[in-house]
């Protein structure tokens, strides 16, 4: 499976300028959680 693939493609997408708050509702729908999003986040700034 390409979770990992699509988790990072979201991640990208998420740290773009603007896109984030255009795009929450399907990143909530790919993590099911905010917290889920903003760990992930994380997770790919360290």
């Known amino acids: 499976m ?3 693939k699509n988790q990072a493609a979201w991640i990208a997408l998420w740290r773009v300028s603007g ?3 255009v795009h929450y509702k399907t990143l909530l729908d790919a993590f ?5 999003v903003f760990n992930a986040n994380a997770e790919q700034l360290k």
């Open 19 to 21: 896109v984030g708050c």
């Open 32 to 36: 099911q959680t905010p917290e889920n």
């Open 2 to 4: 390409n979770h990992e």
